[in-house]
């Protein structure tokens, strides 16, 4: 059984994906639709080049994670003949999983994501905020997960989904 996991926001970084996109002919097709789709709110190659680092900022890093997920996904089939039984998002990343899943089409969820990282943006600007994880082992998680699995759907959804992960382990 072959699972992805698509990242969220955070695994972004300058450069990203450029030496796919070089290497790669399906890449370099990915990211000129890419550039195409999201022309209208911002130039793909120049927030990935810069050195700045403005891909750090919602409104670039989710559409941009997004690009990146599904040149990654979309060249590990073509060249590697991986496709993948199971397919799960952290945060941002279920929007990768549903274009993997061919659920939502990639330019759709390319035109979604840009006004979502853009209204996330504005919002971040207008009220100060802040982002704080908590650790805990892999045993705790799923010991909670399957506790509360009961009386939250969602969470029991999880738990099933983290038990069949941790079986194929």
């Known amino acids: 059984m072959k699972i992805g996991i698509f990242g969220g926001q955070g695994a972004e ?6 030496d796919f996109i070089k290497k790669f002919p399906l890449a ?3 990211f ?3 550039e195409k789709t999201l022309s209208d709110y911002f130039s793909v190659k120049a927030i990935l080049q ?6 750090h900022k919602t409104q670039y890093a989710q559409p941009l994670i997004v690009m990146f997920n599904h040149i990654i996904s979309s060249c590990l089939e073509k060249y590697n003949g991986i496709v993948f039984d199971e397919i799960f998002g952290l945060s941002l990343g279920e929007y990768s999983s549903l ?12 035109r979604l994501v840009a006004n979502r990282g853009r209204l ?9 905020s802040v982002l704080a994880a908590i650790l805990i082992s892999e045993i705790d998680t799923l ?5 509360q699995g009961s009386k939250i759907k969602f969470l029991k959804q999880i738990s099933i989904h983290i038990i069949k992960l941790l079986s194929v382990a």
């Open 32 to 34: 000129k639709r890419t």
């Open 99 to 110: 274009v993997n899943a061919q659920a939502i089409e990639y330019e759709e969820c390319l």
């Open 13 to 18: 970084y300058q450069n990203m994906g450029m």
């Open 28 to 30: 370099k097709d990915i």
């Open 120 to 128: 996330m943006q504005e919002a971040c600007e207008e009220q100060s």
């Open 50 to 55: 810069n050195e700045e680092n403005k891909i």
């Open 143 to 147: 010991d909670y997960f399957i506790s």
